[in-house]
């Protein structure tokens, strides 16, 4: 079955750390560059960071450059994105995705 899924979601307070996962199967996955979006409530779903496949070069969102990371395991068949310094309006859901192909998404809220 050809699919992402995502997990490591959570409530964290400002300042703090979560790490989220997105596990692929069904296709080739170290031949797909890999991509987090986020959508917050009321507005448009964002780019936040892209891996590419076999390079791993990256590129961030300026709303996220220097506290986030995004990584992947070709043998694990798994992207990660690492949020660290988490701040309020990083709140939103967020996704992996391919190039044509959507996780069912995973809750971000950062709140005290």
């Known amino acids: 079955q050809v699919q992402l899924v995502e997990s490591g979601g959570g409530l964290v307070q400002p300042g703090g750390t979560l790490r989220l996962s997105c596990t692929a199967s069904?296709?080739?996955?170290?031949?797909?560059?890999m991509r987090w979006y986020r959508q917050a409530p009321g507005k448009e779903r964002e780019l936040v960071a892209s891996?590419?496949?076999?390079?791993?070069?990256?590129t961030y969102a300026d709303s996220v450059k220097g506290r986030f990371t995004i990584s992947r395991d070709n043998v694990k068949n798994t992207v990660y994105l690492q949020m660290n310094s988490l701040k309020p309006e990083d709140t939103a859901v967020y996704y992996c995705?391919?190039?044509?192909?959507w996780g069912q998404g995973t809750q971000v809220t950062v709140s005290s």
């Open positions: 069904g296709f080739t996955f170290s031949m797909y560059a």
């Open positions: 891996i590419s496949g076999a390079s791993r070069r990256t």
């Open positions: 995705m391919n190039d044509s192909l």
